[in-house]
C-alpha cells in the first residue's frame, strides 16, 4: 500500500490570510498542494517558522480550489488547542506528516 499524507504543516506568518468563520473553525490561506494530498491529509498546522509549535491547528473538514493562481487550495479546519511540533523534512514552508504504508 502507497504512503499518504495525514498531516500538513504550513510556515504562515501572523496568521496572514486566516479567516475566523466561528465555533472553532477558521479558512487557511491559499497553498499550493495537490489534490491528492489535500484528499488524504487529515489536520493542518500553521507555525511562525518551523522550529516553534504551531499557533494554530486543527482538523480538515473540507476544501476547495483557490480562484486565482492555479493549483492552489484552501483549507476548511475545525481549531483544536494543541500545538503541534514541525513534521516534515526539506526546505520550503510546507512539510508533511505521512503514514507508515
Not at 500538513?8 to 466561528?22: A, P, Q
Not at 491529509?41 to 493562481?69: M, P, R, T, V
Amino acid at each position: 500500500m502507497d504512503r499518504k499524507v495525514l498531516g500538513i504543516h504550513f510556515v504562515c506568518r501572523n496568521g496572514l490570510n486566516i479567516e475566523e468563520l466561528g465555533d472553532g473553525r477558521f479558512k487557511s490561506g491559499d497553498w499550493k498542494v495537490s489534490e491528492q494530498v489535500a484528499d488524504t491529509a487529515l489536520y493542518l498546522a500553521l507555525h511562525d517558522q518551523k522550529n516553534s509549535s504551531s499557533y494554530k491547528q486543527g482538523i480538515i473538514e473540507s476544501w476547495e480550489h483557490y480562484d486565482g493562481d492555479g493549483g492552489r487550495i484552501i483549507f476548511y479546519v475545525k481549531e483544536f488547542d494543541r500545538p503541534l511540533e514541525w513534521v516534515g523534512d526539506g526546505t520550503g514552508e510546507k512539510g508533511y506528516c505521512w503514514s507508515e504504508n
